[in-house]
């Protein structure tokens, strides 16, 4: 949705409606889709001499914020993603934790099974 709200401002209908007099207004001979007319309101948002609606800009300002936001938070594309998300966390010490409980965990239930297993094997064997 972000990034279709950031391509095409019809995505985002409160936005545009807010918007529709300054797009004619300052956007009239930019054509429609491809963030075009997001990317002329916003050039227009950071151009002093420029007065935008004031619901215009508050709707503007807002959209923008939230895409600045949602970048911050966005989720991780790969394991190097993931790691330096985990290493800046306030919770990193708790998470490492977790993660080596589970390991750990994991290497018991094998040994365990490893040993139940091999009894079993060697009862069937002495029959």
């Known amino acids: 949705m972000l990034k ?3 391509a ?3 995505v985002d209908p409160v936005l545009h409606t807010a918007c529709a007099l300054d797009i004619k207004h300052h956007c009239a001979a930019i054509p429609p889709g491809r963030g075009r ?4 309101l916003m050039e227009a948002l950071g ?9 215009c800009k508050k709707r503007l300002q807002d959209r923008i914020d939230m895409w600045s936001y949602a970048a911050k938070v966005a989720p991780a594309e790969g394991f190097s993603d993931l790691a330096m998300q985990v290493m800046i966390s306030p919770s990193k010490n708790y998470i490492l934790f977790m993660i080596a409980l589970g390991v750990c965990m994991l290497f018991l239930i094998g040994l365990l099974c490893g040993r139940i297993t091999k009894r079993i094997t060697r009862e069937l064997k002495d029959r």
């Open 4 to 6: 279709e709200s950031k």
């Open 8 to 10: 095409d401002i019809f």
């Open 37 to 40: 007319q997001m990317s002329c």
């Open 47 to 55: 151009d002093k001499r420029v007065r935008l609606q004031p619901e």
